[in-house]
């Protein structure tokens, strides 16, 4: 079993910068993949970026060289840096934990509460 955390939300301007963390409590946390996702208001959650056990990174072409996705297994804890935010950034963004080499909507297995990130333009 595994507990998944979000922090570090908050109201920004556009071009500014977040980072978000996700603290996981629980065994075997090296050897999950860790994602993380956003849902707009009215819109479908969807994939922002994963991580692998081996620190192979994905993303969604809407975030490449703004985001970067980064663990430290000895605190078990995976951040989000988020940079140049724009407002179609705004949304809740979860962070999921899955056995598989990444995570995708479909094999997370635990999922955090969220943490809320506006974009004010």
């Known amino acids: 079993q595994v507990q998944l955390v979000e922090s570090g939300g908050g109201l920004v301007q556009a071009g500014g910068s977040l980072r978000l963390s996700c603290a996981a409590s629980g065994r075997g946390f090296p050897t999950y993949a860790i994602g993380w996702f956003r849902q707009a208001p009215g819109k479908e959650r969807g994939f922002v970026a994963t991580i692998s056990w081996s620190h192979n990174t994905y993303y969604v072409d809407s975030v490449k060289g703004r985001f970067t996705i980064s663990r430290d297994n000895a605190k078990n804890t995976v951040f989000l840096q988020m940079n140049n935010l724009k407002p179609e950034d705004t949304a809740v963004y979860y962070c999921?934990?899955?056995?598989?080499?990444?995570?995708?909507?479909?094999?997370?297995?635990?999922w955090g509460h969220g943490t809320q990130v506006t974009v004010s333009s």
């Open positions: 999921a934990a899955s056995q598989s080499n990444i995570v995708t909507m479909r094999n997370g297995d635990y």
